[in-house]
């Protein structure tokens, strides 16, 4: 089991910036690969970053490439989504998920998920 505890989010004004970390506990961490996904009212869960168990590789929803960066500290068993020059469509609520497949956009193929952190952009 891993569990995992999304942290950061909050109302930031369009062209803003947040860090939201996803911290993990129970399992080694490093034996995980991790992404993050959104999710707004009415709508699907989306992928939006992946990063493989080392970090040396990650993957991107084409909406998000070039502000987002994923990240992950496996000695502080915590990930992180760097959300630059955030759009009002940046709008929901973000997962972390833990899978110990090869950069999965799926979320069928995530096994372990955190409760969410909201993020609102406002213009």
């Known amino acids: 089991q891993v569990q995992l505890v999304e942290s950061g989010g909050g109302l930031v004004q369009a062209g803003g910036s947040l860090r939201l970390s996803c911290a993990a506990s129970g399992r080694t961490f490093s034996s995980y690969g991790m992404g993050w996904f959104r999710q707004t009212p009415g709508k699907e869960r989306e992928f939006v970053a992946a990063i493989s168990r080392n970090g040396g590789s990650t993957s991107y929803a084409d909406s998000v490439k070039g502000r987002f960066t994923i990240s992950r500290d496996n000695a502080k068993n915590t990930g992180y989504l760097q959300m630059n020059s955030l759009k009002l469509e940046d709008t929901g609520v973000y997962y972390c998920?833990?899978?110990?497949?090869?950069?999965?956009?799926?979320?069928?193929?995530?096994?372990?998920w955190g409760q969410g952190t909201q993020v609102t952009v406002s213009s």
């Open positions: 998920a833990a899978t110990p497949r090869w950069l999965v956009v799926a979320t069928a193929g995530y096994d372990y």
